[in-house]
């Protein structure tokens, strides 16, 4: 037993008085960071705040804490910082990755409001999500979804919120950026049987008064954004041949938010039309079934 007191003496003799103040301020300042951040906490619980809210906060001061705590700590143990304009960049450098999330989405901000990739009342594509702009923040963006389990171009009716950052991270389709008119097309089968040449007569009809009384007139090429020609934007029905028909494809220009308005004008035009003719049958995928009787 005495030699082990004798051992305890000899290294506690060695250890210097600068380290045991440095592992008092160890101890101190993470009882001391690790008070402020529960009473932090607490406050945040207290508040009438969304619990979202609540979390993000939470999270941004874990975060700030820890920061915080590695700086200080490499102050005392490692580095002998003097300059207080040194002490201030470290500082800032730590806020700066405890709050790279909120930075990124401010300066994507900036960016969207500079560059302009989108507006509200556009409908865009990011991260899978096509939706029209709702709503521009500092920190995030709302689209009003479309599409998802509805079909076609219309609305779920829910509302998807987006960090700004995306625009540094993600590919941004923005449908009315372009020319501001988009491409549709409608596939139209027939049978081999059919008249094919009278059915793409009637489809050109069609389509060119449907693009006759509801035009869009995309954006004169002098006062476009980017360097995009249209050779032509005359709606036009292209001829193909499939295993169980042939496929005729109208093709023409609409505003993006009609284009499942414009799916029904014309489609109740085509089965209209094709009623009226005999020689025209609308074709789809069939199956033969051989059953021998050996």
């Known amino acids: ?173 923005n449908y009315a950026k372009g020319i501001g008119c988009i491409w549709n097309e409608i596939p139209v089968t027939i049978t081999f049987g059919s008249n094919w040449k009278k059915a793409k007569g009637i489809l050109g009809e069609i389509v060119n008064q449907y693009a006759k009384e509801n035009p869009c007139k995309p954006v004169e090429e002098k006062d476009r954004k980017h360097l995009v020609f249209t050779p032509t934007t005359t709606p036009i029905v292209y001829t193909s041949a499939r295993e169980y028909g042939i496929l005729l494809t109208m093709r023409y220009m609409c505003v993006p938010q009609e284009r499942r308005g414009s799916n029904q004008v014309i489609w109740e035009a085509v089965l209209t039309q094709f009623a009226e003719h005999a020689d025209i049958q609308l074709a789809y995928p069939t199956q033969s079934i051989l059953v021998s009787h050996d």
């Not at 915080?68 to 990755?97: D, K, R």
């Not at 689209?143 to 998807?160: F, K």
Request: charged share 20%; net charge neutral; aromatic share 10%.
């Open 1 to 173: 037993m005495p030699e082990i007191q004798n051992q305890i003496y000899q290294w506690i003799n060695a250890i210097d008085a600068v380290v045991i103040e440095k592992i008092v301020a160890t101890l101190l300042l993470v009882l001391g960071s690790w008070f402020l951040l529960i009473v932090t906490q607490k406050l945040v619980d207290r508040s009438k705040l969304e619990y979202a809210h609540q979390f993000r906060i939470k999270k941004t001061a874990g975060r700030i804490h820890k920061v915080l705590l590695v700086i200080v700590l490499l102050q005392i143990w490692f580095v002998a910082i003097e300059s207080y304009l040194t002490y201030l960049g470290l500082l800032s450098a730590g806020i700066a990755v405890a709050l790279k999330d909120p930075i990124a989405n401010f300066f994507a901000w900036i960016i969207i409001l500079w560059r302009r990739p989108f507006e509200i009342g556009d409908r865009i594509e990011v991260s899978g999500v096509i939706g029209d702009v709702v709503d521009l923040r500092l920190f995030s963006f709302a689209l009003m979804e479309v599409g998802n389990w509805v079909h076609a171009d219309q609305s779920t009716g829910r509302v998807v919120h987006l960090p700004n950052s995306r625009v540094f991270t993600e590919s941004i389709a």
